[in-house]
């Protein structure tokens, strides 16, 4: 199935692709629906042992979910993904509702402003793998580069998505940017002329950083709209080097509150490799989001099985928020489980926006 967007913007391509994929066919949007709506909230939870087993005999009575420090009625709870394996410390107990995988939307993003050619080309490798290899049949892809979806379309055929992978090239903003500031490191010499100059050149290279920044935040902000019309589990995976954020905090906060008002999970990889820990804006995207980042990984492909694992298994949570303003402002979300020794991912929260205005904006 393909779905195309004409005749927009380079930044509304996304954005038009996912509100026709709210009127696809019903047979490929298969319950259990992700709802984030004004009547329910949905918010999917993975629970782990402390050996980083899922941990699968978990009950509703187990959990306790939180908005801004309130507890909330508990109103839906279900078990999603197959049944344990070899390894599996339990089963599900036996009134808690399992329900398969249903098809979900991935997209992949590759941040082409903060990228450099050898973390670049590890991902695009590892991706073709797993497209080829490991991309589930159903399931939506749509790949995004330089602000728009490639092709302008997102599928389920995969030979649609080869073909828009090959389409991705090599993204030189970043590596200009480096050699901009090199530049600025070593222009001019020892004396006050040589000073005022780098100064200058700093200055200008500083203002390169952030404009690189916020046209990322600025991508996912946009996904972020589109994904909201789209039913079904979503999957944002990241390709970047990570930036630094400026004083775009608050834009950051608003583009995971819509991620989080969307029920989507960004799922980070640093591909700089082995080269420590991950940037700040990379880890709060996945972190706040309910995803993962993976970093220190110079084997891109083995990341994404880690991701494709994730997704697979998980608890959902349902409830209707007990404050029923929806004034633009971002709630935290608190999720526990009232069992020892056991650690919880669930997304930190999410702007309580009416749905009908998150809708896709035309220009």
């Known amino acids: 199935m393909r779905i195309r967007a004409r005749g927009v913007t ?22 259990p629906r992700l709802r984030s709506s004004v009547q329910m909230l949905e918010v999917d939870v993975r629970v782990f042992d402390r050996d980083g ?24 709870m279900y078990l999603v993904g197959a049944r344990p ?3 599996a410390t339990a089963s599900p107990a036996p009134n808690v509702r399992v329900v398969p995988r249903a098809p979900q939307t991935w997209i992949f993003v590759f941040d082409d402003q903060h990228l450099e050619p050898n973390g670049f080309d590890r991902a695009k490798r590892s991706l073709q793998a797993f497209l080829s290899d490991r991309f589930r049949p159903g399931d939506f892809g ?3 580069m330089r602000d728009r979806m490639v092709n302008n379309r997102i599928s389920t055929v995969r030979s649609d998505l080869m073909a828009a992978l090959d389409k991705v090239k090599m993204p030189n903003a970043a590596r200009s940017r480096l050699a901009d500031e090199a530049e600025a ?3 001019g010499g020892a004396g006050e002329a040589g000073a005022m100059m780098r100064e200058q050149l700093t200055r200008r290279t500083d203002d390169e950083r952030m404009r690189a920044a916020r046209a990322s935040v600025e991508t996912l902000d946009e996904l972020a709209n589109g994904l909201t019309r789209v039913a079904g589990p979503k999957t944002i995976v990241l390709f970047s080097d990570g930036f630094g954020l400026g004083k775009l905090e608050g834009t950051l906060r608003t583009a995971v509150g819509r991620m989080n008002r969307a029920g989507a999970r960004v799922y980070a990889v640093d591909t700089r490799g082995l080269a420590g820990a991950p940037a700040d804006t990379i880890n709060s995207l996945a972190v706040d989001t309910g995803g993962l980042v993976i970093f220190n990984e110079n084997n891109i492909g083995r990341a994404l099985d880690v991701i494709a694992a994730d997704t697979g298994v998980y ?3 349902g409830y209707q928020p007990a404050n029923t303003r929806y004034d633009g402002k971002y709630r935290r979300i608190d999720v526990r ?4 020794d056991v650690r919880v991912r669930a997304r930190k929260g999410y702007l309580a926006i009416d749905v009908s205005r998150m809708r896709p904006r035309r220009e």
């Open 85 to 87: 394996g070899a390894g």
């Open 185 to 187: 490191r070593q222009t």
């Open 10 to 31: 380079a930044m509304m391509f996304a954005v038009l692709a996912f509100a026709a994929l709210a009127d696809a066919p019903a047979a490929v949007q298969q319950a």
């Open 142 to 144: 749509g790949i995004v």
């Open 53 to 76: 087993r899922f941990v699968y005999d978990l009950t509703a009575g187990d959990f306790e979910i939180l908005e801004d420090d309130t507890r909330q009625r508990l109103e839906v």
């Open 337 to 340: 489980v009232q069992r020892p």
């Open 315 to 317: 608890y959902v949570l």
